[in-house]
T-cell receptor
């Protein structure tokens, strides 16, 4: 079973600061997805990265897939309290199965 | 309109009981999944069905039996519930892309919090 390690597991910062969350594995994935989960709800897909080195931006969020397709990062610029939540990375092996990281619980303090 | 719905939202039951969780999706997807999220928020796949056929069956006790009456529904029946079954169970759906494609974007339901006493 492929493992995805996310770091940090917990992050609490002040509004306006920047942050980066990392997702690392020793396995190669055909694609990697980032999800955000709110309390009491299911994960919601933010982005999918497919190509090694790919960078995608979603407003203040920047996602990058590593050149070797084994790792990814999520960078948030000028974090806001609305960014608070559980961020999950998930690696796809083929089209059928996603392997999830253990998540990063992000808290943005006003 | 809810894309992926689960019932019930909360389920509290005694050890040894049998219970079912229902899932329905109206997205027209052909593949549905059951995940278990533990207290540490680790999300792990349990089963996956494509057009009513089982395609993924992780190492899950055989007390757990998924049933897919049609491709829009995937129910999870659990026999002889144990304390360790307490978790949040998520249903999800997606299109199953054919070999050569790397996408597997999944849409999750709101979850069912199961508490076994």
């Amino acid at each position: 079973t492929q493992l995805l390690e996310q770091s940090p597991q917990f992050l609490s910062i002040q509004e306006g600061e920047n942050l980066t969350v990392y997702c690392n594995s020793s396995s190669v994935f055909s694609s990697l997805q980032w999800y955000r989960q709110e309390p009491g709800e299911g994960p919601v897909l933010l982005v999918t990265v497919v190509t090694g080195g790919e960078v995608k931006k979603l407003k203040r969020l920047t996602f990058q897939f590593g050149d070797a397709r084994k790792d990814s990062s999520l960078h948030i610029t000028a974090a806001q309290p609305g960014d608070t939540g559980l961020y999950l990375c998930a690696g796809a092996q083929g089209a059928q199965k996603l392997v999830f990281g253990q998540g990063t619980r992000l808290t943005i303090n006003p | 309109d809810t894309a992926v719905s689960q019932t019930p939202k909360y389920l509290v039951t005694q050890m040894g009981n049998d219970k079912s969780i229902k899932c329905e999706q109206n997205l027209g997807h052909d593949t549905m999944y059951w995940y278990k999220q533990d207290s540490k928020k680790f999300l792990k796949i349990m089963f996956s069905y494509n057009n009513k056929e089982l395609i993924i069956n992780e190492t899950v006790p055989n007390r757990f039996s998924p049933k897919s009456p049609d491709k829009a529904h995937l129910n999870l029946h659990i026999n002889s519930l144990e304390l360790g079954d307490s978790a949040v169970y998520f249903c999800a759906s997606s299109h199953l892309h054919l070999a050569g494609s790397s996408y597997n974007e999944q849409f999750f339901g709101p979850g069912t919090r199961l508490t076994v006493l």
